[in-house]
């Protein structure tokens, strides 16, 4: 049998790597991935409300804002993929967590859209 048949759990290049970690880890780890779904979630919502809903606000901010707030929602869900499967083997590996590089990118993104999305509705009153 190869290790490749032993090994039915998938991504593979995940599970084949290392030791089997404590499943505490493993299930805080998964945690944090379905936090990263439900904030994916939640941005391409406000994304798909705004569109929708602000019919207030001219079409020249609300359907950029409304891109961005979907774009964004796409990259975090891609992001806490990425994570899940890269925490997991260094967890297999018994090497340190990697870093958080798009944090910046979803956090400047969504702080930025938030601000034109408030100069908006305060330039509307």
Same mark, same amino acid.
């Given at each position: 049998m190869t290790p490749d048949e032993r090994?039915?759990?998938r991504p593979r290049w995940v599970y084949a790597e290392g030791d089997e970690p404590d499943p505490? *880890?493993? *299930?805080?780890?998964?945690r944090? *991935?379905?936090?990263w779904i439900r904030t994916s979630?939640?941005?391409?919502?406000?994304?798909?409300a705004?569109?929708? *809903?602000?019919?207030?606000?001219?079409?020249?901010?609300?359907?950029p804002l409304a891109i961005v707030l979907i774009v964004l929602g796409v990259a975090c869900a891609a992001c806490g993929y990425l994570r899940w499967m890269?925490?997991?083997r260094a967890l297999r590996?018994?090497?340190?967590?990697?870093?958080?590089?798009i944090g910046a990118f979803l956090? +400047?993104?969504? +702080?930025?859209a938030g601000l034109v999305l408030f100069v908006f509705v305060v330039a509307l009153r």
């Open positions: 090994q039915p759990r505490r *880890f493993t *299930f805080a780890n998964e944090t *991935f379905l936090a979630l939640g941005l391409t919502a406000a994304g798909v705004l569109d929708s *809903f602000a019919a207030k606000l001219p079409a020249r901010a609300r359907e890269t925490n997991e590996r018994g090497e340190p967590l990697p870093g958080l590089a956090g +400047i993104g969504t +702080i930025a």
